[in-house]
């Protein structure tokens, strides 16, 4: 594998990527330096990402504030900080380069919804091992056939609807102890027969995990650690 991509701090805008500073909203093209610290609006794009950096919480007493990665209310001493990213041309590219996995010094954390929608995708890009949110990230993904060989860090977290409407999805990828939450995992992969790999131990919450998975024909083995398997099934043909 290629090593990751980092921007370090206070460095260099690399060729054709672009960084717009909230404080200035003036954008620092290739070749110039970034400013030393980076802002909570702090926008980057390398052509195939836009980065947003943004404040996040981390879960309190197991329930999750602040979904959207975006800060409201107040609560320092849950908050964090970290980029998001969605990728461009989601309408025509089938691969994608790996994102960057630090900017300016901070890491890419929130992966949610990056490829929503790329219904050409036919590979899953690999992902930087400081992301803890993937729900939706290839939700939508229409052409996405073999996820087995694709790398989940065990840094992620929060896996709700990853796969959902994959519809010719067929081979799973291994999943980490670290997810806790796997919410309409592959909801819709109507092509999806069996798992390749176990369904993450310790997520509590698989509700509607399978949902509309007319081909399946094995259900998978779920851990003492879940807690909802509400419609987990619902309209597969076991």
């Known amino acids: 594998a290629e090593p990751p991509k980092i921007i370090e701090t206070n460095g260099i805008v690399p060729e054709g990527c ?16 970034i400013p030393s ?17 943004s404040q996040y919480f981390e879960p309190l007493a197991n329930n999750w504030v602040n979904m959207s990665g975006y800060s409201y209310g107040s609560n320092p001493e849950y908050a964090k900080f970290g980029w998001s990213c969605k990728a461009l041309r989601t ?8 994102p ?13 919804g990056t490829y929503l929608g790329c219904k050409k995708l036919i590979e899953a890009p690999q992902i930087p091992e400081s992301v803890y949110d993937i729900r939706g990230i290839f939700e939508y993904c229409e052409n996405l056939v073999d996820a087995s060989d694709w ?5 992620v977290e929060l896996a709700d609807s990853a796969f959902a409407y994959c519809t010719n999805l067929t081979k799973t990828p291994v999943f980490p102890d670290s997810i806790t939450q ?33 081909s399946l024909i094995v259900a998978p083995k779920i851990s003492n650690n879940v807690q909802n398997i509400q419609n987990m099934f619902q309209d597969c043909s076991l």
């Open 18 to 33: 672009t960084y717009t500073p909230v404080s200035t909203k003036e954008d620092i093209t290739s070749g110039n330096t």
């Open 37 to 53: 610290d980076v802002e909570v609006g702090d926008i980057f794009t390398d052509g195939e990402y836009e980065y947003h950096f």
């Open 91 to 98: 309408k025509t590219q089938e691969k994608y380069n790996a």
């Open 100 to 112: 960057y996995s630090q900017i300016n010094g901070a890491p890419i954390t929130i992966m949610s």
């Open 151 to 155: 790398v989940i860090p065990n840094t």
């Open 182 to 214: 796997a919410q309409g995992l592959f909801e819709n992969c109507i092509s999806l027969v069996t798992l390749s790999n176990p369904l993450p131990q310790n997520a509590s919450d698989l509700s509607n995990a399978f949902a509309y998975c007319r």
